[in-house]
């Protein structure tokens, strides 16, 4: 993701609209910015006041797990429970993500006791 415009470049960009002497293609063309960026950045400031990028938000794709030591206590809690009921169970992250945080604190995860496809044909067929 890329890193948000500077306050100082927002000012100058919002100092430049304000004394209205330039068009706003014409400032985003000296400032090299977007003509939306000028219009959010205009917006923002009208709405709340401030123009700084917002901050102290969810980053990325998936949701990650902080807290390890609740973990550690939800996992034993919940032994005998696949990934994916452990990830139902915690909620709002993905069995990927519970299976990456096991083997980052060194737990194993158990594996699929049925029968494969494969497996069943050959039984079946006597192989």
Same mark, same amino acid.
């Given at each position: ?8 470049? @927002?000012? %100058?960009? *919002?100092?430049?609209?304000? $004394? ?5 293609? +014409? ?15 205009? @917006?923002? @400031? ?14 990325? =794709?998936? =949701?990650?797990?902080?807290?390890? $030591? ?6 034993? +809690? ?7 009921? *452990?990830? %139902? ?12 945080? *096991? =083997? ?5 995860v158990k594996k699929n006791s049925g029968d494969t496809k494969s497996v069943m044909n050959k039984k079946e067929l006597n192989i």
């Amino acid at each position: 993701m890329a890193a948000p415009y500077s306050v100082d470049l @927002r000012e %100058r960009v *919002l100092a430049a609209l304000d $004394e209205k002497k330039l068009k706003r293609y +014409e400032i985003a063309g000296q400032f090299k910015v977007d003509l939306k960026t000028i219009y959010n950045w205009d @917006r923002l @400031r009208t709405n709340t006041g401030k123009i700084e990028a917002k901050s102290g938000y969810q980053k990325g =794709h998936s =949701h990650k797990i902080t807290d390890t $030591e609740k973990f550690k206590s939800f996992i034993a +809690e919940n032994p005998n429970s696949s990934l994916k009921e *452990l990830s %139902r169970k915690w909620g709002n992250v993905s069995s990927t993500t519970i299976g990456v945080k *096991l =083997h980052e604190i060194g737990f194993t995860v158990k594996k699929n006791s049925g029968d494969t496809k494969s497996v069943m044909n050959k039984k079946e067929l006597n192989i």
